[in-house]
């Protein structure tokens, strides 16, 4: 996956016999067998016919004896489920189908436990239409610093009725939706390389990039050996919004963008020290 990454924390420095202590070998994950858990379908621990949280943690004697060395999990996070859970509504709380943020606690250290890491999902192109952010910004109209959070701009044509790129997006149909402002007329554009329902962020604002960075501490203090991070590639545009170029390739904007954009490498960087720093005692 070209355009993912994992970045993991530092573990244990003495094992024990199955428990992981505070420094194993920092590249773990390089040799690890992590075996990726969409929640919904592994396992239903509630008999409510959707699998949940509680049956992961009844599998994980079974996992641990075959030879597994780390969970990755799908998004879990409260979404509309517009693109299976990647429309991440809540960073900081479990979807309630799944269970709640203390039975995902107490997962993590169970499977520490047993000898296996977590490793969780983390996507910071965009966020849900409906993460509190977004509602925001559609409610505080053009101009606004809650749009600035993320790509919404006035579009092409004599009336703003035309798309402001041709940019192609990374699943079907436009790349831009128009709103309707406050007052009922229609209004600015949105960017989602994916979905309407996947606004996507601007990480040129402080507030994302801080934001993202509150949320990996929150789940590296509940445990979580490391992340992956989703769509790596994308998260930096050209602010100049300049137009793709014919056969553009889905998910890809102009020039160096956004996959090939050098600019991504400090923001992974940055989450790498970020990542080191939480793995040092008092870190």
Known sequence: MDSDVLISTTQGSTPTVVAIDPVLD???WRTAVIYQVYVRSFADGSGDGTGDLAGVRSRLPYLAQAGVDAL?????YPSPLADG???????????????????????IGEARALGIRTIIDVVPNHISHQHPWFQEA????????????????DGRGAHGETMPTDWVSSFQGPTWTRVTEPDGTPGQWYLHLFTPEQPDLNWNHPDVRSEHEDVLRFWFDRGVAGVRIDSAALPIKDPTLPQA???????????????????????VAGRRGLVRGAARPGG
Do not use: C, K
């Open 245 to 267: 170029p014919a056969r553009s390739r889905p998910g890809r904007t102009p020039a160096r963008g956004p996959r090939r954009d050098p600019r991504h490498l400090p923001l």
């Open 26 to 28: 920092g590249d773990w």
């Open 85 to 107: 859970g990647y429309d991440v509504e809540d960073y900081r709380a479990i979807h309630p189908m799944f269970g709640s943020l203390a039975e995902a606690e107490a997962l």
């Open 138 to 153: 559609l409610a505080a109209g053009p101009g606004s610093p809650e749009r600035e959070r993320f790509w919404f701009h």
């Open 72 to 76: 990755w999990f799908n998004p879990w």
